[in-house]
């Protein structure tokens, strides 16, 4: 069904990172809707490792310049876009002098968790959500893919849930084996700020339980790896949300 507006949102998208199974799938997924005469657009963090000159991105003036508060603390949000090299697909990263200038991309020299990877997290699905509604561009689809892209069902479903722009919008969450990191336990008092309260994953923040938390937030949920490690699958198996098992990229158009 072509000439539907997709977007995808992710932590993760090669050529720009190492290949892994969610870089490969979000690439090859975003292409081929792209290729079937989609409107599709790419959301990811623009992460220090991501080189600009050899990816040719160039900041986007009109949609920069915003600010998001998070936990009372005025943030600016800078957009670059770049085309998937090769392709006319477009693809619009997040960034920000304090939250995506490190050269790791999760963890500190010593091999901890970054001490804001949970504000990182929070500034990154804002961002998303207002500079789609600045490009006045209405997604058909509302495609998740990384633990970042977690908080946005999180954010639509509290802090938006009294704008409409998404009204319209379907949202698929894929799940994968990533990493799993402890969040600071702050992050409650952070979201509080945004009148966010009452969180499972609160009880002990980590990557993996805001993606638990978002399963039963959205229209559709997918087996992004074909098999997900004990706590993930359980939450797969247990949830009321439509889901599907893994498909392979080119089948993608089946679920849309």
Do not use: C
Not at 140 to 152: K, Q
């Amino acid at each position: 069904m072509p000439n539907q507006k997709i977007l995808y949102v992710t932590t993760e998208m090669s050529p720009y990172q190492e290949d892994n199974n969610m870089a490969t799938m979000v690439s090859k997924m975003a292409l081929k809707m792209h290729q079937d005469g989609n409107d599709v657009r790419v959301f990811m963090p623009k992460f220090g490792q991501i080189s600009e000159r050899k990816f040719q991105l160039h900041e986007v003036i009109r949609l920069s310049g915003m600010n998001i508060i998070i936990n009372d603390l005025d943030q600016p949000l800078i957009i670059k876009v770049a085309s998937l090299p090769g392709e006319r697909l477009q693809v619009y990263f997040i960034d920000n002098e304090e939250y995506f200038k490190r050269k790791q991309f999760y963890i500190d020299e010593e091999g901890k968790p970054y001490a804001d990877n949970d504000e990182r997290a929070i500034f990154f699905a804002r961002g998303v959500i207002e500079t789609i509604k600045k490009l006045n561009w209405v997604p058909d689809v509302i495609h998740l893919n990384g633990w970042m892209a977690s908080f946005i069902p999180v954010y639509l479903k509290t802090f938006y849930k009294n704008d409409s722009y998404f009204n319209d919008s379907k949202i698929v969450l894929s799940l994968y084996n990533e990493e799993n990191m402890a969040l600071s336990e702050s992050v409650e008092e952070k979201m509080k700020f945004d009148n966010i309260t009452g969180l499972k994953a609160f009880k002990k923040p980590s990557f993996q339980s805001f993606v638990i938390e978002s399963i039963d937030l959205v229209d559709l949920v997918i087996k992004g790896d074909e098999f997900l490690e004990e706590d993930l699958n359980s939450a797969f198996a247990e949830t009321k949300t439509t889901k599907s098992e893994y498909i392979d990229a080119e089948l993608i158009n089946t679920l849309y």
